[in-house]
């Protein structure tokens, strides 16, 4: 089992990724995460505990709950359809952003850019890099499309 633990003050990009990796390989995943953490959308589709860290009751009881329910291996009878779509006239105007970039502005608006052209096309769940902290990682996504052969 996979138990992923989302504090409210700490960044958790890292930790998405690791999600993905579970829900492809499907693993039984529990979100912990604290009160105020904003869930990610990937989390709809994952039994969560929202609680305190220091509540040893809330988390015993969670764990307890999360354990003893029943495990489903099912696939689903149809292909989901696809979340993503293409960006259509959009991408005229990225490249034509993009070959500007090139000449005049830094890294951390290629980014932007590119941030910018994964989140038209429809992606549902999407890290960027915070600018005040640099975790290591600049960009990251998940889409079930994406996991689809």
């Known amino acids: 089992m996979i138990i992923v633990v989302l504090p409210d ?3 958790h990009e890292n930790v998405m990724i690791e999600l993905g990796f579970a829900l ?3 693993k ?19 039994p969560y505990l ?12 969670g764990l307890a709950q999360f354990i003893a329910a029943p495990r489903s291996h099912a696939e689903p009878a149809s292909p989901k359809p696809k979340q993503t779509r293409p960006i259509g006239k959009h991408a005229d105007e990225l490249l034509a952003r993009f070959h500007n970039l090139r000449e005049k502005h ?13 989140t038209t096309s429809g992606i549902p769940t999407l890290s960027a890099k915070n600018r005040e902290s640099d975790t290591g990682v600049d960009i990251a996504i998940w889409s079930d499309d994406s996991s689809r052969g």
């Open 28 to 46: 039984p995943i529990l979100i912990i995460a604290g009160p105020d953490m904003k869930l990610p959308g990937i989390a709809s589709r994952v």
């Open 9 to 11: 003050e700490v960044s």
């Open 106 to 118: 830094g890294e951390a608006d290629l980014e932007m850019l590119v941030v910018e052209a994964i």
């Open 24 to 26: 492809a390989r499907k």
């Open 50 to 61: 929202r609680t305190d860290l220091h509540n040893e009751d809330g988390l015993r009881f």
